[in-house]
């Protein structure tokens, strides 16, 4: 049977979708796969549209129990509820009620797929809403405040259930104020009607929801010093932990080695 690569699975949504694409130089996944080459498969499960509830409906579909021939699930990378928090709708309706969601959350987490391969499980929030932009694309559909207490609820609920956390809300929104001259935090949050203001996130968000390739890269450094503790620091760090041996010490074909 062929050697199995552990997995690092980006578990999520359109964001996680987006992040196999390849925009002015720069891919996520590529990027996250480039730091664990020869030690990981990173594998993407971003489904576009997908809220908590979809997502775990058909949880079972998308992670097997551990196995012969399952690869096991090294790390879990969980981003969804930009969809759960758009607001209720008669047609197409994506909503999750905030209790619901982080019920859903924690059942992802502590479903029994996930926790009997034993991985190291993040919990990502969703990027700030730029409602300004969104509202002219979906107009009544998403608010910023609204998403904004999805993305609070994942910091909860990484907190409640001790497994790590990755604040890309936050990342974004300091990262866009730093990049807006003159913004006033006091007033509140880039993207919000109240502050009437995009600055810097109209070219992280460029259709107030989805994430542009800058915007991508901060979600890569802030994932970046989670990956590679296993290795970091060891004799030959470049080589530990390979699935496949080095070609220095790689086995040849008998006949091929050369007799003295």
Not at 47 to 71: C, D, E, H, M, R
Not at 187 to 212: A, C, F, M
Request: hydrophobic residues 40%; glycine residues 8%; contains cysteine.
């Amino acid at each position: 049977m062929a050697v199995s690569y552990p997995q690092i699975v980006l578990f999520g949504d359109s964001l996680f979708q987006g992040a196999a694409g390849l925009e002015d130089g720069f891919c996520f996944q590529a990027a996250v796969q480039q730091q664990v080459l020869r030690r990981f498969d990173v594998v993407n499960r971003g489904l576009s549209g997908y809220n908590t509830s979809n997502a775990l409906k058909l949880l079972p579909q998308i992670f097997s129990p551990p196995g012969p021939g399952v690869p096991k699930l090294a790390y879990l990378f969980v981003l969804l509820g930009a969809n759960d928090a758009a607001l209720p709708q008669p047609v197409n309706n994506q909503h999750v009620p905030l209790d619901k969601y982080k019920q859903n959350l924690v059942s992802i987490i502590t479903h029994p797929n996930i926790t009997a391969h034993n991985p190291k499980l993040f919990l990502i929030t969703p990027p700030p809403l730029d409602e300004l932009k969104a509202s002219e694309v979906e107009p009544g559909v998403r608010k910023h405040r609204v998403s904004a207490s999805y993305s609070e609820a994942v910091r909860q609920v990484a907190a409640e259930h001790s497994v790590g956390l990755i604040d890309l809300w936050q990342a974004v929104m300091e990262y866009a104020i730093s990049k807006t001259p003159g913004f006033d935090r006091s007033k509140g949050n880039l993207g919000d009607p109240e502050t009437g203001e995009r600055g810097h996130l109209k070219d992280l968000l460029p259709d107030g929801l989805h994430l542009s390739s800058e915007a991508y890269r901060l979600l890569y450094e802030a994932v970046k010093p989670h990956l590679g503790t296993e290795w970091e620091g060891t004799k030959d760090e470049e080589r530990v932990g390979y699935v496949l041996p080095d070609w220095k010490v790689a086995p040849w074909l008998e006949e091929d080695v050369l007799k003295p």
